[in-house]
């Protein structure tokens, strides 16, 4: 029962822009920071964007993220084949007693 | 080096308990916010569970009153009881440390629970 509302499929050609969404509300992305992970297949997430826009050391700067009200961004310039992941965007939700939220996850392919 | 590593997993009947671990090395699991998060076969990620550096604890509404977060420092390992287990409870389930709440910085490998008859 994802809470972030996220495009369930994004592509682009090698070289290209692409953007996903995560569309939240209120109580998790208009009162938290965003954070986005990139899942390879077969292997466990990883932080790509944390606070919104910031991203950890060794995240290539093709990689950027923003956030405006209640939804996010992520978008991915100078798409690249090893860029083929899912993505998720994740918050924390204050509503109830408080829980962790992800979004239901974007399949990038690289045409 | 930083890592974690989850044990523990395996079949289980529906109704039946299981416990997950997740050991780490190269840091202090009580020094950080520590989560599980699962993942079904096909589908996305959930979050389950975490807990706070000062042992506040939080819960998914699917799992609220099943699963039970916990650590103990001596091991320097988190665990997950789960009770009352469900075929939809299938999953690879992850541990992660984390900086935030929901800024999960670093993750074991997974562990798979199959639950099933």
């Known amino acids: 029962q994802s809470v972030l509302t996220q495009p369930p499929s994004a592509s682009g050609t090698p070289g290209q822009r692409v953007t996903i969404s995560c569309s939240g509300s209120?109580?998790?992305?208009?009162?938290?920071?965003v954070y986005w992970y990139q899942q390879l297949p077969g292997t466990a997430p990883k932080l790509l964007i944390y606070?919104?826009?910031q991203r950890p050391s060794g995240v290539p700067d093709r990689f950027s993220g923003s956030k405006s009200g209640t939804s996010a961004s992520l978008a991915i310039s100078g798409l690249r084949s090893e860029d083929e992941a899912d993505y998720y965007c994740?918050?924390?939700?204050?509503?109830?007693?408080?829980?962790?939220?992800f979004g239901t996850g974007t399949k990038v392919t690289v045409l | 080096e930083m890592q974690l590593v989850e044990s523990g997993g395996g079949l289980v009947q529906p109704g039946g308990s299981l416990r997950l671990s997740c050991t780490a090395s190269?840091?202090?699991?009580?020094?950080?916010?520590m989560s599980w998060v699962r993942q079904a076969p096909g589908k996305g990620l959930e979050w389950l569970s975490i807990?706070?550096?000062?042992?506040?604890?939080y819960y998914a509404d699917s799992v609220k009153g099943r699963f039970t977060i916990s650590r103990d420092t001596s091991k320097n390992t988190l665990y997950l009881q789960m009770k009352s287990l469900r075929a939809e409870d299938t999953a690879v389930y992850y541990c992660?440390?984390?900086?935030?709440?929901?800024?999960?910085?670093?993750w074991g490998q997974g562990t798979l629970v199959t639950v099933s008859s």
């Open positions: 190269g840091f202090t699991v009580s020094d950080n916010y």
């Open positions: 606070s919104n826009n």
């Open positions: 994740a918050a924390w939700d204050d509503s109830l007693s408080g829980r962790g939220v």
């Open positions: 209120s109580s998790n992305i208009g009162s938290n920071y």
């Open positions: 807990i706070y550096i000062a042992g506040n604890t």
């Open positions: 992660a440390s984390a900086i935030a709440p929901a800024q999960f910085d670093f």
